[in-house]
RNA sequence: CGGGGUGUAGCGCAGUUUGGAUAGCGCGCGUGCCUUGGGAGCACGAGGUCGCCGGUUCGAAUCCGGCCACCCCGACCA
């Protein structure tokens, strides 16, 4: 079976749809723009899920859920938010047979059933911080698509909070861009560049959007995750008003952030190679698969007891395998599991019984280590994190090796032109500037790092005082 | 919405130019044998409204008209 992906170098869009296929992430779907998340794709989620709902707990949020319908009138009361997303909204009008009285969109994000309710639950200073998330699907009308990366309907987390005072909604802000990037460093092994969103690139309806930025193979920008600060916008429009100590009125303000299934196309993108999927051990559903290999029925029975009994011991029991299915010959299985970012694959035949030992091959490096068979459990808990740090490394790496700065305009374009990876570069603050060079380069400014220094230069593009370097890079 | 491409078995394709009898091939799938240290082998077998609708014709996967769907590339977006 000519199972072979299309190399990185030959075809870098085909790669990343035929590791998605191949490693039986996704499927696609019989309506356009839509994908079936497949049991191994849905376990990633899981398992990022988990991570992610963790630490919004930790940070004091709790899970609540609000309804997909959402009436036309909601979105149209915040004058930003309703001309940022109307027109990618898809809008139900009939309903039992019959035309509905008011039309309802589907929601493609909830602020605004989310503010209408919250009127009801905010009173009284004594009732905030009020600080929600909600696990759901939601639906833009995308004229383009592509598998997790864009969808029509895609599955994400979104955390609502209502603040008394400014500082503090913009301290929780900036929190939760806080969360992302421990989660995108330490659990998906994504080296990121926080920062704040220009004022043409932010969030409709919000003050400030920032995001965290990763970089693909490709030397693309991928926007893995945002936060927003909402300022007094939906408070006002959907009148929540609070009484203070003082026992005056005043407005609440607001977040608003999330991550979405998007996360698991930079997984594929960030790390995986020619041979397949390549998974950080934090999110790989099987961390180990143990391939017997046998010549005859009286090796077959040792190996596969040695084999079994070794996963028996296994501290995850589900996250082990024994691949011990008839008919495929062990070759043909180690592609297999490689396609599928198992990252440490067990290697246990007839002449690694006589040594008391096992072969342990890593999926990252495809370095193969003997292991004592007494040793092999704990040698193998070691190999994953060694794996979870490698992968982490390699990709800071990467990110570091294709980031500078640059101070022409003819440097720029050229470094954009071959599509080089994140500039650094001067910018006048001017939404002018902004889009002259996005027409000319097909880069955008993807964030301000909150790590840039002030640093008096003059913008790359018009040579106008500027106070401090932007990230610019062509995005997905 | 503009440009390009593709619709024939689960997947990948041939056949369409030049109409003709039972629509083929590889992989996968089922059964049996054999095999297993980097994608094995043999045998038998199951599997199709040729994207849809209409037309031309004695006869259409093939020609004509219309429609639909999906993929890739651009403009919008997480």
């Not at 994953?384 to 500078?404: N, V, Y």
């Not at 071959?418 to 955008?444: I, M, P, Q, R, Y």
Request: glycine share 6%.
């Amino acid at each position: 079976m000519a199972k072979s992906i299309t190399p990185r170098s030959q075809d870098y869009s085909r790669w990343y749809t035929d590791i998605v296929l191949r490693a039986e992430l996704a499927d696609y779907a019989p309506v356009k723009g839509c994908m079936v998340i497949r049991p191994y794709g849905y376990s990633i989620w899981e398992k990022m899920q988990r991570e992610l709902d963790d630490r919004f707990k930790a940070t004091g949020h709790l899970n609540a859920y609000f309804p997909l319908f959402i009436p036309e009138s909601f979105l149209k009361k915040e004058a930003e938010h309703v001309k940022g997303f109307a027109p990618e909204c898809a809008v139900v009008t009939h309903g039992g047979g019959k035309p509905l009285e008011e039309p309802l969109y589907v929601r493609p994000t909830s602020e605004t059933i989310i503010w209408n309710t919250y009127k009801g639950w905010i009173h009284s200073y004594r009732d905030l911080p009020l600080l929600i998330n909600q696990w759901c699907n939601v639906v833009r009308w995308e004229m383009r698509t592509r598998l997790f990366l864009r969808t029509t309907e895609f599955l994400w987390q979104e955390g609502h909070t209502a603040h008394a005072t400014e500082e503090e909604a913009r301290s929780e802000t900036m929190r939760m861009l806080e969360v992302y990037r421990d989660f995108a460093e330490g659990v998906m092994a994504l080296p990121v560049v926080p920062g704040r969103k220009t004022e043409n690139e932010k969030f409709a309806g919000a003050v400030e959007t920032y995001s965290i930025e990763a970089m693909m193979q490709d030397r693309h920008a991928l926007q893995a995750g945002t936060s927003h600060y909402l300022g007094q916008n939906f408070a006002k429009a959907f009148d929540v008003q609070y009484q203070d100590a003082g026992g005056q009125l005043q407005y609440v303000h607001a977040t608003s952030w999330g991550v979405s299934t998007r996360l698991i196309g930079a997984l594929v993108m960030a790390h995986s190679d020619d041979q397949g999927l390549v998974l950080p051990p934090k999110l790989a559903p099987i961390e180990a698969v143990i391939v017997p290999i046998w010549k005859d029925d009286a090796t077959k029975t040792l190996v596969l007891q040695a084999a079994r009994a070794l996963a028996a011991d296994y501290p995850r029991r589900l996250a082990i395998r024994v691949d011990d299915r008839e008919g495929f010959n062990p070759g043909w299985k180690y592609n297999e599991w490689e396609m599928r970012g198992v990252p440490v694959r067990i290697e246990l035949g007839p002449r690694d019984l006589q040594a008391q030992q096992v072969v342990a091959v890593r999926r990252d490096t495809g370095e193969k280590l003997k292991v004592p068979l007494g040793d092999a459990i704990p040698r193998v808990t070691s190999l994953l994190d060694e794996m979870q740090a490698g992968i982490l490394k390699k990709a800071k790496a990467f990110l570091d090796a294709h980031t500078r700065p640059i101070d022409t305009y003819a440097e720029f374009r050229q470094f954009h032109e071959t599509g080089s990876g994140f500039a650094n570069a001067h910018w006048c603050g001017s939404a002018d500037c902004e889009k002259s060079v996005a027409e000319e380069t097909k880069a955008t400014i993807r964030n301000i790092p909150l790590s840039a220094p002030e640093q008096p230069g003059r913008c790359v593009r018009c040579g106008q005082p500027s106070a401090r370097r932007v990230l610019f890079a062509q995005a997905y």
